[in-house]
């Protein structure tokens, strides 16, 4: 198994996260939210996160699968798991891991549906946004790092199911198909 390259170290990950959560705990003091983070990759991202929100908070997931295990976005999203939680009235901020071509947010229509749902509003935040790689246009409310045109692992994010466990984010030096 390669060891990856240091990209984001784990000070440099804490240090943003805290930021992110004051900002977000700023902006829903009032309303308190219900974040739902995007299986599997925000699991870690999201468990520190919500540790660094005061706001009254509700936590839900939901699984969805565009990638299976390739470096390359099939552009095709399956909605595996939707959300437990009743949206109705509530305010809802969605957790990704990285935001590449946009394809997952945008095809599995889970800020519309979630608007249908009742959502009295719906936010994105993603630890990474890779903007060179968009191929359709999302809206990003809260963005933890840019990150480089190259295949990154660790925090929550895998090459093939490994690497999730990586306390930092690192470069992994794989074969990165550009679409
Ligand atoms: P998108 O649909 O925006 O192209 O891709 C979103 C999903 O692709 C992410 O949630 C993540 O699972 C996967 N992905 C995109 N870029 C990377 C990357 O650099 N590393 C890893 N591990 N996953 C990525």
Redesign the pocket.
């Known amino acids: 198994m390669d060891v990856p390259e240091v990209l984001l170290d784990a000070d440099r990950i804490a240090r943003r996260v805290r930021e992110l959560g004051a900002e977000i705990s700023a902006d829903y003091s009032e309303t308190g939210l219900v974040v739902i983070g995007?299986l599997k990759?925000s699991f870690i991202f999201l468990a520190d996160l919500v540790r660094e929100i005061t706001a009254p908070v509700i936590v839900d997931f939901v699984s969805m699968s565009?990638?299976g295990s390739s470096t390359c976005?099939s552009g095709i999203v399956r909605v595996t798991k939707d959300p437990d939680v009743d949206v109705e009235g509530k305010h809802v901020l969605i957790v990704?891991?990285?935001?590449?071509?946009?394809?997952?947010?945008k095809m599995s229509c889970l800020a519309e549906n979630l608007q249908a749902g009742g959502a009295a509003s719906v936010r994105v935040c993603t630890l990474l946004d890779?903007p060179c790689r968009r191929k359709v246009d999302v809206h990003l409310d809260y963005v933890g790092f840019e990150?480089p045109n190259?295949?990154?692992?660790g925090y929550g994010?895998?090459?093939d199911g490994l690497y999730r466990n990586l306390p930092y984010i690192g470069v992994l030096n794989c074969e990165y198909q550009e679409d």
């Open positions: 995007v990759g565009s990638y976005s990704e891991d990285i935001v590449d071509t946009g394809w997952t947010l890779k990150a190259e295949f990154v692992v994010l895998d090459f």
